[in-house]
């Protein structure tokens, strides 16, 4: 079973590396094959991750290293809660997205190369969220941004050009420090396995190069997950993209490459409860903090509606990073564990929650821009009539991201604001709220422009979307309502195993052992009191 | 700080003028050679980690040391193969910042960032 | 510069090429016994087509590899290292190495690493000789474009 | 005194001085071809720290970007001329860059020194266990090779779809038009 893990990457990339081949085919059907291989690949990945769910920790070495006695020549994938929870968001999204591409992405030229580009976005998210081995998550991170790039510039237009070069100029910058930091790593502890690099670190007083090195992480895939001060590219690459791209960049790829890897390395390989944790669990909090904040100031003033969206993404995700920061701050104080587990658990649940909406909302304003063309909240407007379907999902996502009950934004925002006031928090649980009221604020701003109001000239003769946009819509919708009203079903399955990856962090360190470590750690085993450390 | 340092130190600085470039010059060609400068100061400092005094290239000849002997004087192979990578990485992100050059060129008739603004950040 | 450039220059391109396919295919081949491998030989290979297209002219050097090639190419070879590491479900998990690993020094050792090897070596000539062309096709077509 | 220690601070002083040039020249070609020349350096420092293989890749993949970059450079007009130095910001990224540089000296100094890798002293990480068997198990005499292709042969898988995915990519940006009918688009004329 565990052998199997390397299909999540190379089944989507398989499909991509043959996705180019079919515009030699005849034009219609080499389209029409390569969007049902798309779709295929879409459908196995998602089954694939919902049939994980529950079995880890599981760890694959690849390419049998290392034999039985070995030690860690080789890379590992490894499975646990966390990482099932990501696999799952990442193909469910992924498949609703592709769906939603069907007829989206007919009206653009060159679409077999979108879906050769999208195939391999998604195996490098499945690769950076499978990944237990240091250079490998910058492998693989490389992959899906890359494909990033070139998707935001998918439409050639002026405006996407330069968000793009905007973007891949940043974007190399981050990635760049993410390979200093596993240089720096990799001098200290000579391994590259996130594993036993976190025991290294756990054996030894920490030094100025592991702060470094935390230092560059943080630059590096704070860039990637757009926190301020690091925010500029989102709000234009974002709303650049094809409206499933947007849906696929905002609700995953922030995530699974930027605050998921953040949070892996920083919690499981640096180690909250060791000497430094407290200053790593108060760097994440203030960038949380910082991009709640700024993103919904900057949101308000927004009047085209993929970008509000985009400045929402960074605010949201502030509430995920301010969350999953104070679980970190009150494990590295050595508060109390049911407090932390609430606060990490609040923030990955925000995380797959925001993952639904935001996705839902993007998909929304990909319909609104391809039955009208614009996206001008002026020029829109009385669409509730000529487009149920569509109006119908976006109030749905626009309930969820204000946090309106009974949906899922509501029960993860609630969660936050708990767990954080729980920490003693108060000024920030108050800023939580302040922001979760301008959102609403905003979201009946779209509301009242997009769906209501007398039909506009543009709006008037509109027509409701194609049925495949329709579908996929719609699926995130009710995700909106299960997530929310289901969750004392789905929480002890999805998100608590993935909470405690966090929580017990020296769990990751211990579980995954290579089969031996005398023959790579003799400094450890020399040092009878680092192993005890270890739980 | 030691002369152990030192080579260290003149990477960061390679790393930081290529910053300087990325940040403070308004031609795309020029932050494009920004991002190549700080590239290389990366793989640089990469290299930097494997080497030992003494050591040589990590590749064996028929009939020249044993195993043993081979191991306690060459260089270590592994920062090697990750700059291999980072290399192609390097370049394959260099191909697609040319690209948009070249497409923003055609748009703008420019290589200024300054005059290049339809979006505002 | 579509008629490409002096017959001078048309010959010695004639020349070199060849050597410096050969001199990347043995890189390619040799990757593993010696400095080199599939990126290293396939760029090679690559910078010895642009040399092609540089002398030649575009339109000649279409003629000679055209671009259903250089993409099948690409996508084939990029099948190929993926297949490699497929086909170590055979014996046993992913990317395991499922041929003999063969006597040192000898160019039937390392087992898959020649495959791997070649694979990318073709993937990655195809492809830079491919993105260099449209990069230079790209420039003779902006006249077309509307000017700003 | 390991002499070659000589070698490499000569030469990463010449790439210094060459990035410096290509930072503040005003001539883009000369900028490129600086560019180049500090990347040449980075291929000869390859081969005194004993790594070959690198040496190749890096001069080879430095010569293609180079003649890429010219060509894109030469048939384009330049009129940027940063004639108005915004000096209040360059003062302020040359502050943030000083600061960087004095914090990361600082840091750096905990690192093992140049030459003194962990490999070589106790516990010498995975890289002993590579140099140890590498070539019994694997079977190639090359190390880098037998790293790259068999022990981590999943990173180069994720590389060559890198540039697989950059020069699909670069077909992508370089379409001529990217959408087929303007009824919903959004081609921006404000």
């Known amino acids: 079973m565990s052998s199997l893990l390397p299909l999540f990457v190379i089944v989507p990339l398989a499909a991509g590396f043959i996705a180019p081949l079919g515009q030699f085919w005849n034009q219609t059907h080499g389209a029409r094959t390569v969007r049902a291989l798309a779709l295929l690949a879409g459908a196995c990945l998602l089954a694939g991750s919902l049939a994980l769910l529950g079995r880890g920790p599981v760890v694959c070495w690849i390419g049998g290293w290392p034999e039985p006695g070995r030690a860690t020549v080789g890379l590992s994938l490894v499975v646990d809660g966390l990482t099932e929870l990501l696999l799952v968001t990442v193909n469910t999204i992924a498949f609703l997205a592709l769906l939603y591409s069907w007829s989206y992405v007919q009206r653009f030229t060159g679409q077999v190369l979108y879906y050769c580009l999208f195939l391999i976005m998604l195996a490098g998210m499945n690769g950076v969220v499978l990944s237990g081995d240091l250079f490998n998550v910058f492998v693989f991170m490389e992959v899906a941004v890359m494909a990033s790039y070139a998707l935001v510039a998918f439409g050639v237009d002026r405006s996407e050009l330069e968000a793009s070069f905007k973007y891949i100029i940043l974007g190399s910058v981050s990635s760049l420090f993410v390979l200093l930091g596993v240089g720096l790593l990799y001098n200290l502890t000579g391994q590259l396995n996130m594993a036993l690099v976190a025991q290294h670190l756990a054996a030894r007083e920490p030094t100025p190069a592991v702060w470094l090195a935390a230092g560059c992480f943080v630059m590096g895939f704070g860039l990637k997950s757009a926190m301020v001060p690091f925010h500029a590219w989102l709000p234009d690459a974002h709303p650049s993209a094809p409206a499933p791209i947007s849906a696929m960049l905002s609700g995953v790829l922030i995530k699974a490459a930027g605050v998921y890897a953040l949070c892996r390395i920083l919690f499981n390989v640096f180690g909250m409860t060791s000497p430094t944790g407290s200053a790593y669990a108060h760097v994440l909090m203030t960038l949380g903090a910082l991009s709640m904040v700024i993103g919904v100031l900057l949101a308000i003033g927004q009047w085209d509606f993929k970008r509000l969206l985009a400045y929402h993404s960074i605010s949201q995700m502030g509430y995920v990073l301010l969350s999953i920061g104070v679980g970190g701050a009150v494990l590295a104080a050595g508060g109390s564990k049911t407090v932390a587990g609430l606060a990490v658990f609040g923030g990955l649940f925000h995380l797959v929650n925001h993952a639904v909406f935001k996705g839902l909302l993007f998909l929304c304003s990909g319909a609104v821009e391809y039955a009208t063309g614009t996206r001008d909240l002026h020029e829109l407007g009385g669409l509730k009539k000529n487009m149920p379907a569509t109006s119908g999902c976006c109030r749905v996502a626009a309930l969820a991201i204000a946090g309106v009950p009974p949906f899922n934004g509501f029960f993860s925002k609630l969660i936050i604001i708990v767990a954080v006031a729980a920490a003693g928090y108060w000024m920030l649980a108050g800023m939580a709220v302040f922001v979760s009221f301008m959102t609403l604020l905003s979201f009946v701003k779209v509301q009242r422009y997009v769906l209501e109001g007398t039909p506009a000239h543009t709006t008037a003769a509109v027509r409701e979307v194609p049925f495949p946009m329709q579908v996929a819509m719609v699926g995130l919708a009710i995700g909106c309502l299960l997530l929310g009203v289901l969750a004392p079903l789905h929480k002890d399955r999805l998100i608590t195993p993935a909470g405690r990856v966090l929580t017990d962090e020296r769990a990751y360190a211990a579980t995954f052992q290579p089969p031996t470590f005398d023959v790579t750690i003799p400094e450890i085993a020399a040092r009878p009191d680092s192993q005890e450390r270890q739980p | 700080m030691t002369f152990g340092t030192l080579p260290y130190v003149l990477a960061l600085v390679l790393m930081l003028i290529g910053l300087y470039v990325i940040v403070a010059k308004k031609n795309i060609i020029k932050i494009i050679l920004g991002v190549l400068i700080l590239e290389h100061s990366i793989n640089l400092f990469l290299l930097l980690q494997g080497y030992r005094h003494g050591g040589t290239a990590p590749i064996r000849a028929p009939g020249q040391l044993d195993t043993e002997a081979f191991a306690a004087t060459s260089v270590d192979p592994l920062p090697q193969a990750l700059i291999l990578t980072s290399i192609v990485i390097g370049l394959g992100c260099l191909a697609l910042m040319v690209c948009l050059a070249v497409r923003l060129y055609e748009r703008f008739g420019t290589f200024d960032i300054t005059r290049i603004r339809e979006l505002r950040g | 510069m579509p008629a490409g450039m002096s017959l001078i220059v048309k010959t010695v391109a004639r020349l070199a090429v060849s050597f410096i396919t050969v001199f990347g295919i043995y890189i390619i081949i040799y990757g593993h016994l010696t400095p080199g491998g599939g990126f290293a030989g396939g760029t090679i290979l690559a910078a010895g087509l642009v040399l092609l297209l540089l002398a030649f002219g575009r339109q000649r050097a279409r003629q000679i590899v055209t671009h259903e090639a250089v993409i099948t190419w690409d996508c084939m070879g990029a099948l190929g290292f993926a297949a490699v590491a497929v086909l170590g479900y055979v014996a046993g998990g992913f990317f395991v190495n499922f041929l003999a690993r063969g006597e040192p020094y000898h160019l039937a050792s390392g087992g898959t690493i020649v495959l791997s090897n070649s694979a990318i070596g073709a993937k990655v000539g195809a492809g830079l000789f491919g993105m260099f062309w449209a990069l230079a096709a790209f420039r003779s077509s902006r006249t077309k474009e509307e000017q700003p | ?190």
Not at chain 4, 13 to 31: H, K, R, V, Y
Not at chain 4, 62 to 90: A, C, G, P
Not at chain 4, 93 to 117: K, N, Q, S, Y
Not at chain 4, 171 to 176: E, H, K, P, S, T
């Open chain 4, 1 to 190: 005194m390991d002499p070659v220690l000589w070698v490499l601070l000569a030469l990463m002083a010449f790439m210094i001085i060459g990035s410096l040039i290509a930072a503040e020249t005003d001539d883009l070609l000369s900028a490129v071809v600086c560019v180049g020349a500090v990347g040449a350096g980075l291929a000869i420092i390859d081969l005194f720290l004993g790594a070959p293989d690198l040496a190749i890749t890096q001069i080879v993949v430095e010569t293609l970007s180079v003649v890429i970059l010219i060509r894109v450079v030469l048939t384009r007009k330049d009129e940027t001329h940063e004639t108005h130095k915004d000096t209040l910001l360059v003062g302020g990224v040359l502050l943030t860059l000083g600061v960087f540089l004095v914090i990361g000296a600082w840091a750096m100094t905990a690192l093992h020194p140049f030459g003194e890798p962990l490999l070589a002293g106790e516990g010498g990480g995975v890289a002993s266990d590579y140099l140890a068997r590498g070539l019994a198990e694997t079977g190639a005499a090359n190390y880098v090779t037998a790293v790259l292709l068999d022990y981590r042969a999943y990173d180069t898988l994720g590389e060559a779809t890198v540039i697989f995915v950059s020069i699909i990519g670069a077909y992508v940006i370089l379409r001529q038009k990217g959408r087929l009918h303007h009824a919903g688009g959004n081609e921006s004329h404000r």
